[in-house]
């Protein structure tokens, strides 16, 4: 367990903490009041126990880089970095958004209208189409790194395991090679892959997938169950949406990377046009690419197979009676 480091009126520079808004993996992030300029932000620190893992304190300097990197009215803009006093402990200062989750949204509403959850679709797309154009993929896309407003505006965070391209790789000893969520990670990934850009667009279909249907497209009793189903299956299909819009989600969630949209552009195009999109004939029974083949198709080449052996097996016979 965690301890938290930071109280209430603690002050960190000209910052003032306010309270606790939420921990993840390798951080802690704390409400807190500027006095410089009177705007609330957040302060987001490293927890106290892996603070000494130099590579820890390398994702932090490779976090600050892509802040750096990124202004967006759909991505939170990082403000500030500092140390805390008397420490090598480092800490990124964020805009504060007033809102919620998007997981806690979907809980309360999903599945969602096809405008609504096409529009927030969108605005993602928006986003990581900036984030690519600068060379950052997220990796680690999910409602839970995702806030929206009362206003229905969409905020990305958390580019802790985000990809720099160029950049030299990341080894951290409490991540594993396959880093993101289960349930939101491209095959890719699950096989310890970087990823590139067409990670992010299965990630963001897989969410549009769970916004129209009120679950994602796989589901299992554990992580790895869920995880083997991205490798070898390909996703089912959407139904109760319009056909045009279940082949953009389709498209975007396949398993095989060139077989999806290959910008993030690409994508947002087919969001902002889904309705002019020609509906794939496949998506009544999703083609086997790579892995293990469908059901029928199993059994057309296992029956193929028998036949061929059948096959052989007579002709030997046919032969050694002409001897």
Avoid at 212 to 225: F, H, I, M, R, T
Avoid at 232 to 243: K, M, V
Wanted: charged share 20%.
């Amino acid at each position: 367990m965690h301890t938290v480091r930071l109280a209430a009126g603690q002050s960190v520079g000209r910052y003032d903490i306010l309270d606790l808004v939420g921990e993840g993996g390798m951080s802690e992030s704390y409400r807190a009041h500027d006095r410089e300029t009177g705007r609330t932000v957040v302060l987001k620190v490293p927890y106290a126990n892996i603070i000494g893992d130099p590579a820890t304190y390398s994702r932090y300097q490779r976090e600050t880089e892509i802040g750096r990197r990124l202004v967006h009215p759909h991505i939170q803009q990082l403000l500030d970095t500092g140390h805390l006093d008397g420490s090598v402990a480092p800490y990124l200062v964020m805009e504060y958004v007033e809102g919620e989750s998007l997981r806690r949204y979907l809980e309360d509403h999903a599945p969602l209208a096809v405008e609504e959850a096409v529009d927030l679709a969108r605005q993602l797309a928006d986003a990581l189409e900036a984030c690519h154009a600068q060379g950052i993929i997220h990796r680690d896309l999910k409602p839970e790194n995702v806030l929206i407003s009362a206003d229905h505006q969409l905020k990305l965070l958390d580019f802790g395991i985000a990809l720099l391209q160029g950049a030299r790789r990341l080894t951290w000893s409490r991540l594993s090679n396959s880093v993101g969520t289960p349930d939101y990670m491209a095959p890719e990934q699950v096989r310890g892959e970087r990823g590139d850009v067409r990670t992010d667009i299965y990630a963001l279909g897989t969410m549009l997938f769970e916004m129209l249907a009120g679950k994602v497209p796989y589901e299992g009793d554990n992580a790895l169950a869920i995880m083997n189903q991205h490798v070898q299956r390909e996703a089912p299909r959407l139904h109760g949406s319009p056909p045009q819009l279940a082949t953009v989600v389709a498209r975007a969630i396949r398993r095989q990377p060139n077989q999806r949209h290959q910008t993030m552009a690409a994508l947002r195009h087919d969001l902002e046009h889904w309705q002019d999109v020609e509906p794939y004939t496949w998506l009544e029974d999703p083609p086997s690419v790579g892995g293990f083949p469908s059901p029928l198709k199993a059994a057309i080449l296992v029956l193929a197979l028998f036949g061929g052996l059948a096959l052989i097996g007579l002709l030997a016979q046919l032969a050694h009676g002409t001897h």
